[in-house]
């Protein structure tokens, strides 16, 4: 079992790998770097968007509910900052 994940694991390094230097090369710029250039499609969008909210559920396993009273407060306020400060720039 433990060749089996260590395989598992190194394939899917590999494939990483080969997918961020694909991805390397059509960077051209900061804007394609910090929105995919304005061609992420939404479900992608959304998929990274939810991602960031798995942090809650390792909060909750930890430390309860208790351990989740601030992140939608936190979560709030860096949407406002980075509006505030890097929305203009960045459009």
């Keep these: 079992m433990t060749a089996l994940?260590?395989?598992?694991?190194?394939l899917y390094l590999l494939g990483i790998l080969a997918l961020s230097l694909y991805a390397?090369?059509?960077v051209r710029n900061e804007e394609d770097y910090?929105?995919?250039g304005r061609r992420l499609p939404?479900?992608?969008?959304w998929g990274t968007l939810?991602?960031?909210w798995f942090g809650a559920a390792e909060a909750a396993r930890l430390e309860g509910v208790r351990?989740?009273?601030l992140d939608p407060f936190a979560s709030g306020g860096a949407l406002i900052i980075a509006g505030l400060f890097f929305a203009r720039p960045l459009w």
């Design 24 to 26: 390397s090369r059509r």
């Design 34 to 36: 910090i929105v995919a």
């Design 5 to 10: 994940l260590g395989t598992v694991l190194g």
């Design 50 to 52: 939810l991602a960031t």
């Design 42 to 45: 939404l479900g992608l969008a």
């Design 67 to 69: 351990g989740t009273i």
